[in-house]
């Protein structure tokens, strides 16, 4: 069974640029969740989709942040415009839902803002 | 919302030694609390978890168990490997959202 994937692993942009990452989750998994992960810390859900509505955003930044999971299955979240906060590395993962609660992630996208 | 805290925040082991990570979190609603290790530049990856009505589980090497009443859990790592040295983090789930630990990050000295 193939993992959650995503692309690109790497992004380096300058502040007040605009980036897109992408996320294809696992086969039949219903939820998918964007998270934020600053290094030395666990973590930080920013989004969670299920199928292909949102169920919590509370967390995600929309001022700058914006995410969408059209017909529920590939997702992208889109930061506009990038501050040097946002350096971190941005995991997708996702599950079957309901009380299938296990989670699994991709690999991960490292976004550097200069 | 819950808050799961966890130590400690390095470890370091003798090969062959055990290792064993806590957490606690605070919502008594909190129903499924796994475990990941993250390798250096990968996601995070599931090892083991537990749910709110067992009290311990276990698969070969590794443990995980659970004080409701404390609202409590750990992990436990037996005969450990250098191949374990990671960060491991724990996590608890409350009405579907997720909520991480800081992460350990084990060392396992040759």
């Known amino acids: 069974e193939a993992g959650v994937a995503q692309s690109p692993r790497y992004k380096i942009i300058e502040k007040r640029q605009s980036v897109a990452f992408w996320c294809n989750p696992i086969s039949g998994h219903a939820t998918l969740y964007w998270y934020q992960q600053i290094l030395g810390q666990g973590p930080k859900l920013l989004i969670q989709?299920?199928?292909?509505?949102?169920?919590?955003d509370s967390q995600l930044p929309k001022d700058r942040f914006s995410a969408e999971r059209l017909k529920g299955v590939d997702s992208t979240l889109k930061i506009q415009p990038a501050k040097l906060e946002d350096s971190a590395v941005y995991l997708c993962a996702s599950s079957y839902g309901g009380v299938n609660y296990e989670q699994y992630f991709g690999p991960g996208t490292r976004l550097t803002v200069t | 919302g819950e808050n799961v805290e966890q130590h400690p925040s390095t470890l370091s082991v003798q090969e062959g030694d055990s290792a064993v990570i806590k957490c606690t979190y605070s919502d008594s609603a909190s129903n499924y609390f796994p475990w990941y290790k993250q390798e250096l530049g990968k996601g995070p990856q599931l090892i083991i978890d537990?749910?709110?009505?067992?009290g311990e589980k276990k698969d070969q090497r590794i443990a995980v168990t659970l004080n409701k009443t404390a609202k409590h859990f750990s992990l436990h790592i037996t005969e450990t490997q250098p191949e374990d040295s990671a960060v491991y983090f724990c996590a608890a789930n409350n009405f579907n959202k997720f909520y991480f630990g800081s992460g350990t990050k084990l060392n396992v000295k040759p």
């Open positions: 989709f299920q199928n292909n509505g949102v169920v919590d």
């Open positions: 537990i749910r709110s009505n067992v």
